[in-house]
T-cell receptor, first 116, second 113 residues
């Protein structure tokens, strides 16, 4: 079975400070990991993914995520937060052995507030 | 929103009435999905399609049916709407070559009174 957890419902950070949004996962095999962002009244937008290779993955809007196999984590990070980063962030996971996007599991989401 | 449109964008309906939501894509992607988004639950898969006329159930399929007669269109029908189906519904698409990275439509906000 596979699962994903976002332990924080909300993260607050001041503009200009680094931000981290946490994600942990559980899969039987190797994970495919994704981060999506949702702005108000919009659909989810793909930010970045880890399939294989370098543990540090760079994505859109200056975001990056670090895959840590021993801690089964895939935390989303940004060195300097912007007010415009305020949104709802979703982590998602799929076991590489399970073909098909229908096997992707989404976390409950973490709301990020960046204060000016 | 990656060449995906959903209609209607907002709908208010009464309990017991049938409702059909439409998803249309211009990307020619093979896979299409319907999710619902509810506070505290993230996204939950309702149904998905892996080709024309090929569909299967997801995690929360009870009370919903789908059809896909063309590559570009995926319809979600609430056979007899209930208040528990008040939600925001998202369509998504993906292609095998992208390791199933999903691209989402703008969503349909449905209120069942």
């Amino acid at each position: 079975a596979q699962s994903v957890a976002q332990p924080e419902d909300q993260v607050n950070v001041a503009e200009g400070n680094p931000l981290t949004v946490k994600c942990t996962y559980s899969v039987s095999g190797n994970p495919y990991l994704f981060w999506y962002v949702q702005y108000p009244n919009r659909g989810l937008q793909f930010l970045l993914k880890y399939i294989t290779g370098d543990n540090l993955v760079k994505g859109s809007y200056g975001f990056e995520a670090e895959f840590n196999k021993s801690q089964t984590s895939f935390h989303l990070k940004k060195p300097s937060a912007l007010v415009s980063d305020s949104a709802l962030y979703f982590c998602a996971v799929r076991d590489a052995w399970n073909t098909g996007g229908f096997k992707t599991i989404f976390g409950a989401g973490t709301r990020l507030f960046v204060k000016a | 929103d990656a060449g995906i449109t959903q209609s209607p964008r907002h709908k208010v309906t009464e309990t017991g009435t049938p409702v059909t939501l439409r998803c249309h894509q211009t990307e020619n992607h093979r896979y299409m999905y319907w999710y619902r988004q509810d506070p505290g639950h993230g996204l939950r898969l309702i149904h998905y399609s892996y080709g024309v006329k090929d569909t299967d159930k997801g995690e929360v399929s009870d009370g919903y049916s789908v059809s896909r007669s063309k590559t570009e269109d995926f319809l979600l029908t609430l056979e007899s709407a209930t208040s528990s189906q008040t939600s925001v519904y998202f369509c998504a698409i993906s292609e095998v070559g992208e390791r199933e990275t999903q691209y989402f439509g703008p969503g349909t906000r449905l209120l069942v009174l």
